[in-house]
């Protein structure tokens, strides 16, 4: 925070033209300390990349000669960032290969990825087929594109930006107190999720799932459930303080999260979690695969033999296949194939499959749908449904069937098995106090709050900008006391960790 301070006050002392100039130093600076400082040389290998291909496309589209090389020159920048990816964040997919071929040599490399490097990736991924597509036009100066590849505040965690939202980077910001108020607000609230929240719950599933043995039964449904508010806590924190330490230097970063457990399906609840990797999953690899020659004759094909309605779904079908995969190699490991890819392909797709049977037996039955106890019920049934797949991402495999199975085993077995761990003081051999429970309570009352201004006004912050000055400063003060004293701090404690850095 003391660089970042720093860092602000002199961007806004220093000549207009050069404060993207500063940006960098200061993304460099934070590179160093944050990460394994020679892990640079990948990020600036997929600058030099970005930057030859698309010049050099540029030049051959202006001079209207060899038409097939600007392609051929965009799928080979492509292949060669993958690879640099496959190689070095995808070792779990190639590892066990070299060691059945005893590629001895291979498997005792120590390969150490650069930070944030699936996020940047994807990126420059974005900007080389932007440049193909003519959507964007190709950044002549070489320092400015490594500055949009190594941006420092979304270097950790996201967002995953387009060229087009960030060539702000490069424009001249004035002094602007709103800036100043609102990127200081979000960062505090940021920490209200990660230290406050995220921690103490985290406290809690660490202690179920590194002790299967110990605790089962209803122990079980307790980490499955409160995963999912674990990581939302923390990559949300983290993302309100990141888009908190963009907005002091007058720029603005995608939102990544729209209070996706409001969400009553699961395809909306996509449209409110990770934004930016679902945006760009679907910008890059849905929508050109259905615009395929090979898709196009396939949707032609299976609409002939059996029928538009069977044919359409046959072709999503394929392209969501595509798209989920994608989306779990991304994450880099077999548990998020299971977790994210497979799970929710198999869930959307029964969902649009079944839409038309369940519209019909909630008219036969009835059913107020537009209701707050049905729209309830649909937000509980998607926080269940993300809580299932969320557990392979935790613990694997294997650990998350066998924790699915003592969980199943609890309602089929012994429905109130360990119901009263929270009466006979068991729940405190987790590590946690009830000072802690009342804490996490709190906390999560407040997150509902802040949800429900959020979906009405925009953002909470801009409902309490319109309140009073005695009422403004106390909710921020109180916010700040709260952190300052709540906050879990203490041994092995690192405020800088957060679950989706190591992507």
């Known amino acids: 925070m003391v660089l970042i301070t720093a860092g602000v006050a002199v961007y806004y002392i220093l000549p207009k033209s050069w404060q993207w100039v500063e940006l960098l130093l200061l993304s460099l600076i934070f590179y160093y300390f944050a990460a394994t400082p020679y892990t640079i040389i990948y990020m600036v290998i ?10 050099w496309m540029s030049k051959l589209k202006a001079a209207n000669r060899k038409p097939g090389l600007p392609l051929t020159i965009t799928i080979a920048a492509l292949a060669l960032n993958i690879l640099m990816w496959f190689v070095l964040k995808g070792r779990e997919f190639w590892l066990p290969v070299a060691r059945n071929m005893s590629w001895t040599s291979l498997v005792s490399m120590r390969l150490i990825a650069a930070l944030g490097m699936g996020y940047y990736t994807l990126q420059v991924l974005g900007y080389i087929i932007d440049n193909y597509w003519g959507n964007v036009a190709p950044q002549r100066n070489p320092l400015k594109l490594f500055l949009f590849v190594i941006y420092f505040p979304q270097l950790t965690t996201g967002p995953i930006s387009r060229y087009s939202q960030l060539e702000t980077l490069y ?3 004035k002094f602007q107190y709103q800036n100043i108020a609102f990127g200081a607000q979000r960062i505090l609230w940021g920490f209200v999720k990660k230290i406050v929240l995220a921690e103490r719950v985290g406290i809690i ?3 179920i799932t590194g002790n299967p043995e110990l605790y089962q039964g209803f122990y079980s449904w307790i980490a499955i459930l409160l995963y999912p508010l674990q990581m939302y806590a923390d990559f949300s924190g983290c993302m309100d303080i990141v ?6 230097f007058g720029i603005k970063l995608a939102e990544n999260f729209r209070n996706p457990f409001f969400a009553r399906t699961s395809q909306e609840f996509w449209q409110r979690w990770h934004i930016t990797l679902g945006t760009w999953a679907k910008d890059y690899v849905l929508y050109p695969l259905l615009k395929s020659g090979i898709m196009v004759k396939f949707g032609k094909l299976t609409r002939k033999k059996f029928g538009r309605k069977t044919g359409k779904f046959l072709v999503n079908l394929v392209g969501m296949f595509v798209l989920w995969m994608v989306m779990g190699i991304w994450h880099g490991g077999y548990q998020y194939i299971v977790g994210v890819s497979l799970w929710y392909w198999v869930v959307l797709m029964l969902g649009d499959l079944l839409s038309p049977l369940f519209t019909k037996i909630t008219g036969k039955l009835n059913m107020k749908t537009d209701s707050f106890g049905w729209h309830f019920f ?6 269940l449904i993300y809580a299932i797949g969320a557990t392979f991402f935790n613990v694997g495999i294997s650990g998350g069937l066998a924790l699915l199975q003592d969980a199943g085993r609890v309602i089929v077995e012994k429905g109130y098995a360990n119901l009263w761990i929270f009466f006979d003081h068991s729940i405190l051999n987790l590590g946690i106090t009830y000072v802690d429970i009342n804490i996490i309570i709190f906390a999560v009352i407040l997150l509902v709050l802040v949800a429900v201004l959020r979906e009405k006004y925009g953002y909470a912050r801009t409902w309490i900008s319109n309140q009073s000055f005695l ?6 003060l109180g916010l700040f006391v709260f952190v300052l004293i709540w906050g879990k701090y203490g041994p092995g404690y690192d405020a800088a960790e957060f679950i989706y850095q190591g992507f």
Request: hydrophobic letters at 40%.
């Open 471 to 476: 009422f403004r400063w106390g909710i921020w």
């Open 46 to 55: 997929s600058t030099v990349i970005a930057y030859i291909s698309t010049v």
């Open 378 to 383: 649909q937000s509980g049934r998607t926080y």
């Open 205 to 207: 599933v660490s202690a």
């Open 171 to 173: 424009e001249k910001h």
């Open 243 to 248: 888009l908190g330490v963009s907005e002091l």
